[in-house]
């Protein structure tokens, strides 16, 4: 009785630890949108904290157990072909330096075939592999600024010694074969039941986000939105319960009728403007311009028209509505759920809101600095990152203006802080350099 409750735990274990094999596919709706392609998607894993970039046409593996190493390429800087192969494969990787490199090959056991170091130069390199028996294996190629890995199939029976060979001609190699890599791969990724993953389909500088659990085969259809302001800058969306918000600050000079908006270069002028501006992160736009966008005060935002056309700065309301649909489906740091629809209560929605990036750490349970709950770290995908206030960069807090007014001199925001658990409607003052999301109409 005994030897038969331990085969079935073998049997019960070696199952479950085979449980994660799925596999995510890629396209786009091609009706009523901006585009129709998905070019690339950026997929991050916020309970193990890593990412992986796919192209549009492969496909996402998702595994238990890779063996050895995560498989992925980067960009057009890697090619293996032809792949499968009777004999020999051609192995082509760019670098950026000149330095040691390491080509290693892995049979699905994990066990090391064949390592071979060699002296990569800068630019494309160049190498052939043969005498590799019928199978599948592992190939890593680690030079001094990169990590390429691709799955081999050999096909024929070779008695020959197995062996990594630089190829010296290689312009009449390369002419005669793809340089790019390969389209439509499968990239395998390991992935544990229950991580929480957010991916980032791009499509012709078109974005958008979405969060998922993955627990079978999946289609990931994009719906991309066109959320474009006057100055060309696209910007990232995504959908929480039914709304769509931009995923990235405003970044706009523009109003949509192509006004300029004055940008203030210090303080003293900012305090004294009684006109709509905008400013940035210590007053420095080359710096901080792209990645937190512009501050802009009040009299920009009660413009009426400084998001992008078919788009608007939220009400204090729809900031409310967004909290409480967040407290109501789980997102909470701890996972609870409060169905009282009513966001003062029970609030601990900020984790969920924010970014798993550039937040001041803290030893706050809960908090956004805090790297504790990492299934919940930005587990709605609306990406905050803390922009601060008032041109003040210190990577503590993010406020964003809503179009509620409160009285003479006072707005609704909506106000995170790296220390903070709940998501806060407080009230900024209209001369304040604020963050801007807009909703869609």
């Not at 950026?42 to 063996?67: A, M, P, Y």
């Not at 937040?359 to 803390?386: C, H, I, M, Q």
């Amino acid at each position: 009785m005994k030897n038969l409750l331990l085969l079935f735990a073998a049997v019960f274990l070696s199952c479950s630890l085979l449980a994660q094999d799925y596999k995510v596919t890629f396209s786009a709706y091609s009706v009523d949108t901006p585009t129709d392609q998905v070019d690339s998607v950026q997929v991050e894993n916020i309970t193990q904290q890593k990412s992986i970039t796919v192209n549009g046409d492969d496909t996402l593996h998702l595994v238990d157990v890779v063996n050895t190493i995560d498989l992925h390429t980067t960009e057009n800087n890697f090619s293996v072909y032809p792949n499968p192969a009777y004999s020999e494969i051609m192995v082509e990787f760019w670098s950026e330096l000149a330095g040691d490199a390491q080509l290693s090959v892995y049979d699905l056991a994990g066990r090391k075939i064949i390592s071979k170091s060699v002296s990569a130069f800068a630019g494309l390199n160049a190498y052939s592999l043969s005498g590799l028996n019928r199978g599948t294996f592992v190939l890593s190629v680690k030079t001094n600024n990169h990590t390429y890995a691709e799955t081999l199939n050999f096909t024929g029976n070779n008695a020959s010694e197995i062996q990594i060979a630089q190829v010296q001609n290689r312009e009449s190699k390369i002419a005669s074969h793809q340089k790019s890599i390969k389209s439509a791969a499968l990239v395998d990724w390991q992935y544990d039941e229950n991580d929480v993953l957010i991916f980032t389909a791009w499509g012709e500088g078109y974005s958008r986000i979405y969060v998922y659990k993955i627990t079978d085969d999946y289609q990931l259809t994009v719906f991309f939105e066109d959320c474009m302001d006057t100055d060309g800058n696209k910007y990232t969306v995504v959908e929480i319960a039914g709304t769509m918000w931009m995923a990235e600050n405003l970044k706009t000079s523009k109003y949509n009728n192509n006004v300029p908006i004055p940008n203030i270069p210090d303080q003293a002028t900012w305090i004294d403007l009684t006109t709509g501006g905008r400013c940035y992160c210590d007053y420095d736009s080359v710096t901080y311009a792209s990645i937190y966008g512009a501050l802009y005060n009040f009299e920009a935002v009660n413009a009426g028209n400084l998001c992008p056309t078919g788009w608007h700065v939220p009400s204090n309301t729809e900031f409310e509505d967004m909290i409480i649909a967040l407290q109501n489906n789980g997102y909470n740091y701890d996972g609870s759920v409060d169905g009282d629809n009513d966001y003062t209560t029970n609030n601990k929605t900020a984790k969920a809101l924010c970014s798993t990036s550039s937040w001041k750490s803290t030893t706050t349970e809960g908090a956004p600095g805090n790297e504790d709950y990492p299934s919940y770290r930005n587990r709605s995908g609306f990406s905050v990152l803390a922009a601060g206030e008032n041109a003040a960069f210190e990577e503590e807090d993010a406020k964003f203006w809503s179009s509620t007014e409160l009285g003479p001199d006072n707005v609704a925001s909506l106000d995170l802080c790296y220390f903070v658990e709940d998501a806060q409607l407080g009230s900024s003052v209209k001369i304040s350099g604020l963050s801007v999301r807009c909703v869609k109409d």
